[in-house]
């Protein structure tokens, strides 16, 4: 009914910038989403938070990300973005969007979505 689709991964130099992008559909119609934001897994490892905006437009960001990310979100467009700057090897894996509280519409009412993810995207950095 739901979904997120990612893009804006690639290629990108150590100490260079990229940005990130997803955006939310359905067959469905979407009434809102809650909670957006970035997770990253590295071959190998576990999946891991890297930046989440809240419905209080709170964001929060994994230690590594402070200072060089920046998550942000446009509610009407259902859509969430991830600025990286300043990227090191270290942030390379795929990246995965995550809504939380997707609320769309079924007949006679709405139903909601614990949590919804994309597919993810590529990041690699290199050097």
């Known amino acids: 009914q739901v979904q997120l689709v990612e893009s804006g991964g690639g290629l990108v130099q150590a100490g260079g910038s990229l940005r990130l992008s997803c955006a939310a559909s359905?067959?469905?119609?979407?009434?809102?989403?809650?909670?957006m934001g970035w997770y990253r897994q590295a071959p190998g490892e576990a999946r891991e938070l890297v930046a989440m905006?809240?419905?209080?437009?709170?964001?929060n960001y994994a230690d590594s990300a402070k200072g060089r990310f920046t998550v942000s979100r446009d509610i009407d467009k259902l859509e969430v973005y991830l600025q990286m700057s300043d990227v090191n090897p270290d942030d390379s894996g795929v990246y995965f969007c995550?809504?939380?509280?997707?609320?769309?519409?079924?007949?006679?009412?709405?139903?909601?979505?614990?949590?919804?993810w994309g597919r993810g995207t590529q990041v690699t950095v290199s050097g």
């Open positions: 995550k809504g939380e509280g997707v609320r769309y519409e079924i007949p006679g009412g709405s139903n909601t979505y614990r949590e919804v």
């Open positions: 359905g067959i469905a119609k979407i009434f809102s989403i809650w909670g």
């Open positions: 905006i809240t419905g209080y437009d709170d964001p």
